[in-house]
């Protein structure tokens, strides 16, 4: 009867004690509770929310009904998450970045799912590096080089897997409360003593809007911090990939441009050292964010960033000569096709979902969790906002399988860029919270 209590309390909108949501989301991952209680509850919520204190609660209930990592290394163990995008392989530079700067890293993250990219698929297209870690292995690399990024096992927050699966299924992914549950559970379950989160707003966003990105951003810094997570977030703009790249090997060759020889204009790059420093402040390492991502600069120009990603990448199974021979190991797909403007002015919109739908379509990405993928096939130069352009300026280069895919995701490439007299890139960072 206590599941139908907790069910009558949410249904009223109220918000149930911290043991009721402990016992209930225990019961998510032991399978007590049954599939149409688990929707009704994400329905419940979705309709009626939650309050701050038990939103914190479900947190830490999603938390612990799993394992939680504990680590014993010589100095702070931070995080980052980004509620995802296109072109953003920021994980990639930041790892090791962090690790150059005296901070651990044990990443644990995700696979692509839609038209939005996932940081192991960008990984995984180098060639033998494996991103299923058993835990004493990711212990032992990020020991070792001070970072590792690896898939999340099944025993990280297993009630958020249930409920998140459900969600889908029950047209309740869009409630805040439930979002921030998700994210921060498997964040909380990793282990580390600092967070920083980049939350995107535009048309290649979870989030569409400012606005919304700036809420969620808001409600996961409070329930983090009330999580006893100290945490930092980044309101960050998605009207256009953060790379000009989308696809995985072409976002590996960008984050190698961004270690090798980094421009802190570009935006893989600005976006990573602005999230280095602010996850410095809170690991105590600097007093302002600025002197973080100063520092942190340092770090990518002596090349030391570069080097924890090569021994990263040599750790986890890829070629131990990776950064001196990567376009010798990254799959090239065999077609390459630039799509011409067709028209003059300056960029004016970007459809980052047409464009992240045309990577899928070319075989980048997955409609379906499981779905194999082709690491070689995406866009790249892909022109950002503001750019101005003749009727024969390329606005995107096209890596495809084969001409007649090219085909077709030309027309669809060239509308997703929209052209007109005055086109202005937006700012990067709209903001932050925390
Ligand atoms: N990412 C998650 O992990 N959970 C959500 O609910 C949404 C995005």
Known sequence: MQ???????????????????????QGLGD????????????????????????????TKAMRDSGEVLQWDLPGPVVDKHSTGGLGDAVSLVLAPLLAACGLYV???????????????????????????LPQDALARITGQTGCAIAAASPQIAPADARLYAL??????VESLPLIVASILSKKLAGGASALVLDVKGGSGAFMQTREAAKELARALVETAQGCGLPTRALITDMNQPVAPAIGNALEVIEVLDVLRAPRPEQRLCQLSLALAGEVMVLAGQVESAEQGARQALTKLTDGSAAERFADMVMAQGGPGDFLERSQAYLPQA?????????????????????????VMMLGGGRARAGEAIDPSVGLSAVAGLGTPV?????????HARSEAEADEAEAAVRAGFQIAQIGVAPPLIHGRAG
């Open 3 to 25: 599941a139908q209590r907790i069910l009558g309390q949410i249904r009223a909108g109220q918000s149930p004690h911290a043991e009721d949501l402990t016992w209930f989301a």
């Open 167 to 172: 969600r889908d299924e029950t047209a309740t």
């Open 390 to 398: 003749d009727a024969q300026t390329p606005v995107a280069v096209i």
């Open 334 to 358: 065999p077609v390459a096709r630039p799509v011409l403007a067709g028209d003059a002015g300056k960029i004016a919109v970007i459809d980052g979902r047409a464009l992240g739908q045309v």
């Open 106 to 132: 044990p990443m644990l993250s995700g696979r692509g799912l839609g038209h939005t990219g996932g940081t192991l698929d960008k990984l995984e297209a180098i060639p033998g590096l494996v991103t299923e």
């Open 31 to 58: 399978g007590r509770i049954s599939d149409a209680q688990a929707g009704a509850f994400a329905m419940g919520i979705c309709r009626n929310g939650l309050d701050m204190a038990a939103t914190v609660a479900l």
